[in-house]
């Protein structure tokens, strides 16, 4: 079993930057694949970024490439996205989520277990 806890979101300004983190706790926490999902109201849950357990495999969706970097520190069982650039369209609850088997990292369906979520907001 593995908890997963987000925090660091909030109100931004656009062009501006907020960085979320993800205590993950469990024996094997440090063992899974991670990533981060946004829902936007009315939306569907939408990939965002994905890190391997071996923080050298990364993943992006288009829409943030180049603005969001994913890191894990398996020390502290936490994991990271720095978000730059924001924009008003990344507005979202995002969701921290733990991959323990195969499969796209891009398909929420891969993930066995899901945060809470947190509230970012980017005003124009």
């Known amino acids: 079993q593995v908890q997963l806890v987000e925090s660091g979101g909030g109100l931004a300004q656009a062009g501006g930057s907020l960085r979320l983190s993800c205590a993950a706790s469990?024996?094997?926490?440090?063992?899974?694949?991670m990533g981060w999902f946004r829902q936007a109201p009315g939306k569907e849950r939408e990939f965002v970024a994905a890190i391997g357990w071996i923080a050298s495999i990364t993943d992006y969706a288009e829409s943030v490439k180049g603005r969001f970097t994913i890191s894990r520190d398996n020390a502290k069982n936490t994991i990271y996205l720095q978000m730059n650039s924001l924009k008003p369209e990344d507005t979202a609850v995002y969701y921290c989520?733990?991959?323990?088997?195969?499969?796209?990292?891009?398909?929420?369906?891969?993930?066995?277990?899901w945060g809470q979520g947190t509230q970012v907001t980017v005003s124009s």
């Open positions: 989520a733990a991959k323990l088997g195969s499969g796209s990292y891009r398909l929420r369906y891969n993930y066995d277990y």
């Open positions: 469990g024996r094997t926490a440090r063992t899974y694949a």
